[in-house]
């Protein structure tokens, strides 16, 4: 079988690539060498006698076992490299606790691409899991790393003081032309974004919490020779336990493949070094000009002194940053369907506010990046806002996050989006709802009393993206009367661009000008839902024993109850009732006369049957249903599961019954 040219051309990119991963060429030097001694008594060095001698040596036989080559289930020629993707990450083959175990992946390795390999070789010092060694799968640690937009996360393995970690992650190191060549050793040295490694924790019933993180320097492994480097990295802890660490984390870095000739390690520290000191400029920059700038916010008005106006918030790992730099465009490719997808989505994800030991159970306000939100798949108001005004700012929408108050005033965080003919609409980030603010006309309404808001915000101190920081300079402060005109300087002071451009692009905020991407949800919806009723069906057979009460379920009356759980989830979605007609009539036809029908629908953002089944208890309703005694009585109960992004799912139920 004769191979086109530029497959041979692939396939000898690869080979090399193999030899120089491999780290043999030292043998085949010596090899050469060896022939060449033996060619001056006589013998005659070729290319025959060369593959021969590598034979012996069982150089080839390594190279062709570390060569991707696959055949095509097409009967065609063999496919050799490809560009294919690299997994999520390379897992040991022992499985840590058999209950969380999966099946090992394998790596495939592009030709033409640079890649950082990083390994977690174990931890230490997790003092505060020391009495998880009694039961080590009934919490579990999970790995999550973040990497010029790519995101990967290991299996979850038992928590323990000293846990036992065995993942391995292939990080490719692209260019940003992309123009097809490997990233040079001196492109890689370009790269200024730094790995962010994330460790949460997984209990019992399913909640994650999150026990550290750190931002990882990689580039030093560009000056070693072998392209190879271990070292130990402490993770900190959250909010304002950031100075204690919360473990150690034991890494190796390699370059596949790696270049012949290392940078030197004075070129690197003196890049990292300088990059450093840029950053720490541009922060100190920024400071002079904010505390100037407020200063001239204050002189409009000594009010203005007691308004919610937050330039600065401190993020999980202790670092205070311009709030401007949290907000970023997301694009959620195929994942949502638009805005108000968007919104259903950021809605469903727990709130949750911070504490700290000792906080005499108030709240210390830690503003969590979005790789440490989509990570513990939980945060505050404020985690929320950021995340939905980023992906309506994906989408187009010109939108702000806003710091206020609500009712009792309360500190609040939602998002404001701005249309072309000057309208205003609210966004509440934890219920998904919209509220159109009504235009304020003071002349207008001058000698009548002022309708209530038809939303629950009180007061708003400031509104920001990732392009502007606009304080509220209005007389009053008050949501119902403000006017959105953020052009106007008498209604709001406004940051400079240039300023907010200076802490916001670049490899400033973690991650740099990279967002770690939305990945789709991995379960499979109807078989989550069949599960789920099926566990529902026997906690509700149970509990009605329990009452002296036999059980009979109505599997066509279950089925007739799916269409109603459609329409709340779409009205929920898009604000829209559609099928409440049909699926009314559908229940008449289903129930004999005389005979009366009662449900019960709940939502929830868990797939826990057994707190789902508490949850229901809890209504009276729901109570009354599944304790109905009379003649015929026939039990109905469906689950429908609606998956979104990053396993965000809205579950729902119907308990129903006729009697």
């Known amino acids: 079988m004769v191979l086109p040219s530029e497959k041979l051309a692939e396939l000898r990119q690869l080979i090399h690539n193999q030899v120089s991963q491999l780290g043999i060429q030292d043998e085949i030097r010596g090899c050469v060498d060896s022939l060449g001694r033996d060619d001056a008594g006589g013998r005659t060095l070729d290319e025959e006698a060369l593959m021969s001698a590598l034979e012996e040596r069982g150089v080839v036989d390594r190279v062709m076992q570390s060569l991707n080559l696959s055949e095509d289930t097409g009967g065609g020629e063999p496919c050799v490299g490809g560009d294919a993707k690299p997994p999520l990450h390379i897992p040991n083959k022992e499985t840590p606790c058999k209950e969380v175990g999966k099946s090992p992946q394998k790596a495939s390795l592009s030709p033409n691409r640079r890649y950082l390999f990083l390994q977690a070789l174990g931890g230490r010092a997790f003092l505060e899991h ?32 000293e846990p036992r970690i065995s993942e391995g992650f292939l990080l490719e190191l692209t260019k940003g032309d992309r123009d097809g060549r490997m990233a040079s050793y001196t492109d890689a040295l370009s790269m200024a974004e730094l790995v962010h490694v994330v460790l949460t924790r997984t209990n019992r019933t399913g909640e994650v919490d999150l026990v550290g993180t750190c931002h990882l320097q990689w580039r030093q492994v560009l000056a070693d020779g072998l392209g190879r480097s271990s070292l130990s990295v402490e993770l900190s802890g959250v909010g304002s336990e950031a100075a204690t660490p919360a473990g150690i984390l034991d890494l ?40 100037q700038w407020w200063k001239e916010f204050l002189q409009i008005r000594a009010s203005h002194s007691q308004r919610l106006v937050k330039i600065f918030a401190q993020d999980e790992s202790g670092k205070s940053r311009p709030v401007c730099s949290y907000v970023r465009p997301l694009r959620a490719g195929r994942l949502l369907d638009g805005p108000r997808h968007a919104a259903r989505f950021v809605s469903l994800i727990p709130f949750e506010r911070a504490g700290s030991v000792g906080s005499g159970g108030c709240c210390s306000e830690v503003w969590s990046s979005l790789h440490v939100l989509l990570s513990r798949k939980k945060g505050e108001c404020e985690d929320h806002a950021v995340l939905l005004c980023s992906l309506l700012l994906g989408f187009g929408l010109d939108s702000y996050v806003c710091i206020g108050t609500k009712a009792k005033g309360l500190a609040h965080a939602w998002v404001l989006t701005l249309g072309h003919d000057g309208s205003a609409t609210f966004w509440e980030s934890l219920t998904g709802q919209r509220f159109l603010h009504p235009e304020f006309d003071p002349n207008a309404r001058a000698g009548r009393p002022v309708p209530p808001p038809p939303h629950p915000y009180r007061t708003l101190g400031c509104l920001f993206n990732h392009k502007a920081f606009l304080a509220n300079a209005q007389p009053s402060d008050s949501v119902l009367t403000c006017r959105f005109d953020l052009h106007n300087g008498a209604l709001w002071k406004a940051m400079s661009p240039e300023a907010i451009k200076s802490v916001t692009q670049g490899a400033l905020p973690p991650g740099g000008r990279f967002l770690p991407p939305l990945l789709p949800d991995r379960a499979d919806p109807s078989l989550v839902a069949s599960q789920l009723e099926a566990e529902l069906r026997t906690l509700a057979a149970q509990h009605r024993e329990d009452l002296g009460l036999r059980t009979v379920w109505d599997d066509d009356l279950s089925y007739l109850l799916s269409p109603a759980l459609a329409a709340y989830e779409l009205e929920r979605c898009v604000g829209v009732s559609a099928g409440n007609e049909e699926f009314q009539e ?31 208890l809890r209504s009276p309703v729901c109570s009354g249903i599944l304790g109905c005694r009379g003649d015929h ?15 965000i799912s809205a579950v729902w139920i119907m308990f129903a019954v006729k009697y």
């Open 130 to 161: 020391l009495q998880d060694a009694e039961s080590p799968c009934l919490s579990t640690f999970t790995l999550h790393i973040h990497f010029r937009g790519q995101r990967f996360c290991s299996r979850p393995f038992p928590c323990a003081c």
């Open 252 to 291: 190796k870095l390699e370059i596949l493949p790696r270049s012949r000739e290392a940078l030197h390690g004075d070129i690197v520290s003196g890049q990292i070094a300088m990059e450093k000191q840029r950053a720490a400029e541009k922060e100190r920059l920024f400071l002079v000009y904010a505390k």
């Open 586 to 616: 559908a229940v008449r036809s289903a129930v004999p006369e005389g005979h009366t029908f009662k449900g019960f629908p709940i939502q929830l953002v868990h797939r826990n049957a057994r707190k789902a089944f508490h949850a229901c």
């Open 633 to 647: 009585v026939r039990l109905a109960v469906r689950v429908r599961v609606f998956t979104y992004p990053e396993d």
